[in-house]
């Protein structure tokens, strides 16, 4: 069955993010709409999938109130189910960097459109940075860009404040999934003195969905933190897995090694399983082959909210 997978997020003050929870899960869960969104005081920052109809009414819902009218967002259809539940959490921040200080509403560095990226990329005087995760990065990235090696994005200042000088980086350019990571570093960045700062609009995924293969400067698949796993040019639906045992993003090499077990573990976690570990991991690989073979879901159930 055909889903519509959404993606948005907006910086935007925010103060009453508790009082959206509760109509924001009521209006998805009506529309037969999954997926995660997370609220705090600085915006709002989603992955929602369902139905073209229930995910537009969830849009339109969150866009009438006039702090959202103009968030961008982007959309396209898959045949393989992207999430498995709900949920609307309340949080700190949209997107971690652990510096309350940055606030993206108080300025941003300049938003490059896909269209003029591969230009600026190419300037020799331009640093490009992706500022994803390193598991994220392994799967695919913009030709000669660098890789912080982060974990996590929590990790993105400590990056800068090691690896990276005002006085000698004077053009940086930045990148990642949807936008919204890159746009906080451009934040932080400018609260650390560099000047001349700009970072992709929408991200990966509107360059690939608006570049066309022949003129792209994307090597690889990118990463996307659903059960698609990955995507390539056109939003379509990249060769990767999961592993689910150590949870680590599988290219098409990996899964043609013979340290890959389906369900297990892969070629990064085959020799360190423990016994009760890998007891574990084939009885719910069990329990997952079970339930497809009988039409059923071995996860996703709803779950009561309190």
């Given at each position: ?69 103009d968030m961008p967002y982007r959309e396209c259809t898959t045949e393989r ?201 084939e009885e719910r690989h069990r329990q997952v082959m079970f339930a497809r ?14």
């Open positions: 069955m055909e889903s519509t997978v959404a993606t948005f997020y907006h910086f935007v003050d925010l103060p009453d993010c508790a009082n959206w929870e509760e109509s924001l899960y009521t209006r998805c869960n009506n529309s037969g709409v999954l997926g995660t969104i997370i609220l705090a005081n600085e915006g709002l920052n989603a992955t929602i999938a369902g139905p073209k109809k229930g995910v537009d009414a969830v849009i339109d819902f969150i866009c009438s109130d006039e702090r959202f009218a189910l992207t999430f498995y539940r709900l949920r609307v959490i309340v949080r700190d921040e949209i997107v971690t960097l652990g510096d309350p200080s940055v606030n993206p509403t108080d300025g941003v560095g300049e938003h490059i459109d896909p269209e003029n990226w591969n230009k600026l990329i190419n300037n020799p005087n331009v640093m490009l940075i992706d500022t994803r995760n390193d598991y994220e990065v392994e799967l695919g990235t913009f030709k000669d860009a660098i890789n912080p090696q982060t974990t996590t994005f929590g990790e993105w200042a400590e990056y800068v404040k090691t690896s990276l000088n005002p006085d000698k980086h004077k053009e940086i350019a930045m990148f990642c999934t949807g936008g919204i990571r890159c746009e906080k570093a451009s934040a932080h960045l400018l609260k650390e003195g560099f000047e001349k700062v700009y970072h992709l609009r929408g991200g990966i995924l509107n360059y690939l969905q608006t570049t066309k293969p022949e003129n792209s400067l994307w090597e690889g698949e990118c990463f996307v933190f659903d059960h698609r796993v990955s995507v390539g040019h056109g939003l379509k639906r990249g060769e990767c897995e999961i592993c689910h045992g150590c949870r680590w993003p599988l290219k098409l090499e990996d899964l043609q090694s013979p340290k890959y077990e389906l369900g297990i573990c892969c070629p990064r976690c085959a020799d360190t399983l423990t016994t009760e570990r890998r007891a574990s991991l073979f009988n039409d059923k879901e071995h996860i996703g159930q709803k779950i009561k909210r309190k």
